[in-house]
């Protein structure tokens, strides 16, 4: 196995001298903000490369289609696949396919289920998703604490429920709660899906407004139905300094409201540095030199004081 | 064969049996709907659906929920008005959700500011052009020409290819997303000048969809392009040889319909401030629904605007009302697509029996 693994790098890599390398990338969806920015930055570093070529496709969030992608990469001979993954438990099929025809594959962004299992031409470069919401929910704690308060009500906006992000980003304000890490103790009011949309968080903000229950804080398993959120209350007449708002992605729109004093929290995730690291490793793997297998880069929490640090990156 | 009181069969005219027009099911539908909210509330959550309880707020009513049962349906609604049209035709549109995303980037492209806090906006669209702070008259005109020319590309190819509109319309459906999404290469498009965010601001959106129903329930029941309508989708064959010129029609249908998916882009950007290419993915589905909760029958031919709206209004009351109960997200969807199929089967067997008198 190792032999074989040596030469097909071996081949790749005296393709690569000869001519372009060519990387196939299969993004989940495109229609997503992060996402976006990500692939963004997978195609810049690209362009300022000399021979390396990328073809990134479009999953369409279709596990399946996915698959066939990878497969239309190996059949046009590429020399190295990423895949940014739809679904993170439908994983093993792309490592048996790419390691069967020798291709190096890289996952990026999500995790995928058998990132432990990984051949050695394969790789793992994203966030552990689990730091986000954690990080997320301790600030709103310490903000609620500032604030001198001892007990707190909270909605929850949920992204896609299918979604694992959402899920997880979830389960770990559900899990701060449980581990004490919380000064304050939180209660949830009620936790509802927008399906990571602004207009959808508006509607059920309103909704949420209607019934007049008090509240302290809102926390987004996003930055866009943050804003949704924060557009209903501002309509509603109610005063932003008392109400904690918190999402995650620290996207452009989002440091604008958060500049704007009205979001308080959100928590960065280096899509750009994601999509650059994913491409490092797949040339390399391309070229038969190892790589780390699980490349880590960490979830960074985003705040009114230091929020200008980020103000290019996403 | 039925029993009624002029006779077996229903042979001779019995005008009390059809006294009461499609809509008015509909209608006691929510009324009964909103009562079952009403009354699970005061069950389970001990507060009133649609009363004001609150010490703090006047009036009879909570004022602000009944604002956003309106208020969260009317883009939608905006569209269900013109699919409602095309399905009366007995044809079927199922670009408009992807219409909304692709018309949304562009017209919102050409409404954005040229300074953040005194900052200059340069991941504008056309910022390095200087085509920034343009007054709001332009990017609506873009807007609602895009939705026309989508609505026409849909109205030629099925009334001169003679596709099937289901083809057609999905055809328009895949592209025009491909559109949303080429257009700034995914990226969003926010920060729009204040003249255009004016368009979506508070309840703007609930007026717009108002003014557009009336409107259209007034030229589909008075007009000779309603009457027309109607003629081709009860039976088109007859239409036609009645010299009506089905296809012209069609055309027409289908472009007013397009009109109306641009005019609920803009204001679906405007109220949300941005526009992404993932927005109004669905959305075509939900004004089907809304369409067929109200009566409208998709084998074309019965069915008014106002049976729409009240289906809008149902659909409304529903997202409302589940909210309020703090129903589990996961049962949300499930309940929706079984009141979705109920409605439907309600309708068939209320038409089989109303036909049964004759």
Known sequence: MKNLLLSTAMVVGMAGGASAETVGVSMALFDDNFLTVLRNGIQEIAKGMEGVDVQIEDAQNDVARQLDQINNFIASGVDAIIVNPVDTSATQAMTDAASAAGVPLVFVNRQPVNVDTLPDNQAFVGSDEAESGTLETIQVCELLNAAGKTEANVYVLMGELSNQAAVQRTKDIHDVMDSGKCKVTLNIIDEQTANWQRDEAQNLMTNWLSAGTPFDAVISNNDEMAIGAIQAMKASGLKMED???????????????????DLDVTVFQDAAGQGSGALDAALKLAKGEAVEQKVMVPFQLVTPENMVDFAESN | MSHTPDGVGGLSFDGSGRSLPAEAGVAIALVLIVLAFELLGRLLMHDSFLLNTRDNVPGLFNQARLQI?????????IIALGVTQVILTGGIDLSSGSVVGMTAMIAMSFAQVGEINGLPNTRAVFHDRGWVDLPVIIPVVIGLLCGIACGLINGLLIAYTRIPPFIATLGLMVSARGVAKWWTQGQPVSFPTPG????????????IFT??????????KYTVYGKHTYAIGSNEAAARMSGIDVAGHKVLV???AGLLGGIAAIVLSAKNLTAQAGMGVMYELDAIAMAVIGGISLSGGRGTILGTVLGALIFGVIISGFTFLRLDAYYQEMVKGAIIVGAVVLDQWRQRRSASRF
Do not use: K
């Open chain 2, 196 to 207: 255009y965010a004016a368009i979506g601001a508070g309840m703007m959106p609930v007026i």
């Open chain 2, 254 to 256: 289908y472009t007013i």
């Open chain 2, 69 to 77: 049962i309106i208020l969260q349906v009317s883009i939608i609604g």
């Open chain 1, 243 to 261: 109400v904690i708002v918190a999402g995650v992605d620290a996207t452009r729109d989002a440091l604008q409201a958060m500049a704007a004093g």
């Open chain 2, 211 to 220: 003014c557009l129903a009336i409107l259209f329930h007034l030229i589909m």
